[in-house]
T-cell receptor, first 114, second 109 residues
Framework: IAGITQAPTSQILAAGRRMTLRCTQD?????MYWYRQDLGLGLRLIHY???????GKGEVPDGYSVSRANTDDFPLTLASAVPSQTSVYFC?????????????FGPGTRLTVL | GQNIDQPTEMTATEGAIVQINCTYQ??????LFWYQQHAGEAPTFLSY??LDGLEEKGRFSSFLSRSKGYSYLLLKELQMKDSASYLC??????????WGAGTKLIIKP
C-alpha cells in the first residue's frame, strides 16, 4: 500500500441498505477525514478524526457514522442509505503535527443509491 | 457564515497565462491551500499561503492578501494537461478546511 486507499471504487446500492466505505492509509498520519463531493458544491466534510480513538462531526454528518480503532483505518458507514447520499466520497489524511497540514486524498468511492 | 468564492469555469489557450481568483470570508484564518483535481480523480496539493505575498513553484504561483480576503492562482505556459478543476480552501480558526466549489479550467489548443 502506498499512500491512501479506498474501497470499493464504485457501488450501486438500494435505498435502505447498510454500506461501509473503507479507507486505509500507510503514512502514519494522525488526522483523517471523510468528504463528499457533489457537482457544483465544494468538498463537504462529513466526519473527521484528529487521532486514533477520537472522532468529530463535520458539516454534513447526518446519516453517517465513523470509527477510528487504529491509526491506519477510518471506515465510513451509512446505516440506511437514501438517494440524497448519492455522491463521490473522498477519504483524506494529514499530519497536523508534522508542519504543513496538507491533506492527502484517496482515489474516491462513487456511490449511487437507488 | 463561512464562504469561499471562485469562478465556476474559465477558458484559456495553450501557452497562455491564466489567473484564477478566490475570495474568502471565514471565522479566522490559518492558511490558504490550492488543490488541482483532474476529472474523475482525487484532489492533489498545489500550494499553500499563510503570509501575504507571492509563492512561486515552477509554472504555478499563488498570491495571498489577508487584509482583502483574496488569493489567486497563476498558471503560466499553459499545457493541455492543466485542464482540471482548481480548488481553493481556507483553514479557519478551528483549523478546519473550508472548501470552495472549484474552478473548472478548460485549455484550448
Amino acid at each position: 500500500i502506498a499512500g491512501i486507499t479506498q474501497a470499493p471504487t464504485s457501488q450501486i446500492l438500494a435505498a435502505g441498505r447498510r454500506m461501509t466505505l473503507r479507507c486505509t492509509q500507510d503514512m502514519r498520519h494522525n488526522a483523517m477525514y471523510w468528504y463528499r463531493q457533489d457537482l457544483g458544491l465544494g468538498l463537504r466534510l462529513i466526519h473527521y478524526s484528529n487521532t486514533a480513538g477520537t472522532t468529530g462531526k463535520g458539516e454534513v454528518p447526518d446519516g453517517y457514522s465513523v470509527s477510528r480503532a487504529n491509526t491506519d483505518d477510518f471506515p465510513l458507514t451509512l446505516a440506511s442509505a437514501v438517494p440524497s447520499q448519492t455522491s463521490v466520497y473522498f477519504c483524506a489524511s494529514s499530519d497536523p503535527l508534522g508542519g504543513l497540514d496538507t491533506q492527502y486524498f484517496g482515489p474516491g468511492t462513487r456511490l449511487t443509491v437507488l | 457564515g463561512q464562504n469561499i468564492d471562485q469562478p465556476t469555469e474559465m477558458t484559456a489557450t495553450e501557452g497562455a497565462i491564466v489567473q484564477i481568483n478566490c475570495t474568502y470570508q471565514t471565522s479566522g484564518f490559518n492558511g490558504l491551500f490550492w488543490y488541482q483535481q483532474h476529472a474523475g480523480e482525487a484532489p492533489t496539493f498545489l500550494s499553500y499561503n499563510v503570509l501575504d505575498g507571492l509563492e512561486e513553484k515552477g509554472r504555478f504561483s499563488s498570491f495571498l492578501s489577508r487584509s482583502k480576503g483574496y488569493s489567486y492562482l497563476l498558471l503560466k505556459e499553459l499545457q493541455m494537461k492543466d485542464s482540471a478543476s482548481y480548488l481553493c480552501a481556507v483553514t479557519d480558526s478551528n483549523y478546519q478546511l473550508i472548501w470552495g466549489a472549484g474552478t473548472k479550467l478548460i485549455i484550448k489548443p
